[in-house]
């Protein structure tokens, strides 16, 4: 399972970064109407968390996600549900996007701001980071509805 883990992470670091790039590249900090004023695309710096919360505490933010990562690898080696190491790899891909950013965009080492450029009425600048992460939150939260195990035991062991 943990092959599904990463492949799944490894795919949305490349999607994100990619994205990224592209976005730093072509957008500016003016909105550009994709799908009337429902879809803009908005180039955006967020040293914070969702929502711009945290803006002075990117360095922690950072801790934090290094700290999930190590949890997520921990835990990635007892996984035997698939379910759940596909939810996790989209967790571990979007932690990995954001922390990438925060490593190496200005300021630099753990404290640089996140590029965000999605936007939504009536909902903060996001990026596939982002996305993935919500997406994890909402299967991981339909596999516990479910009582999907993350790891089955065998009882004649």
Known sequence: ??????????VVFIFDSASKSLALRILTPSPKKLI???????????S??????????????SLLSIAAIAAIYIFAKSITSRAWAIA???????ICGNLSD???????????AVTDWIKLPHWPVFNLADTSIVISAATIGLLLIKNVKPRVFDDAS
């Open 36 to 46: 009337g004023s429902f879809l803009k695309l908005e180039l955006t710096s967020n």
């Open 88 to 94: 996790l790899g989209f967790l571990l891909g979007g």
């Open 48 to 61: 914070g968390a969702a929502f711009s919360l945290a803006t002075s505490a990117t360095l922690f933010l």
């Open 102 to 112: 925060r490593i190496f965009r200005s300021p630099y080492w753990l404290k640089g």
């Open 1 to 10: 399972m943990v092959r599904w883990l990463a492949g799944v992470a490894l």
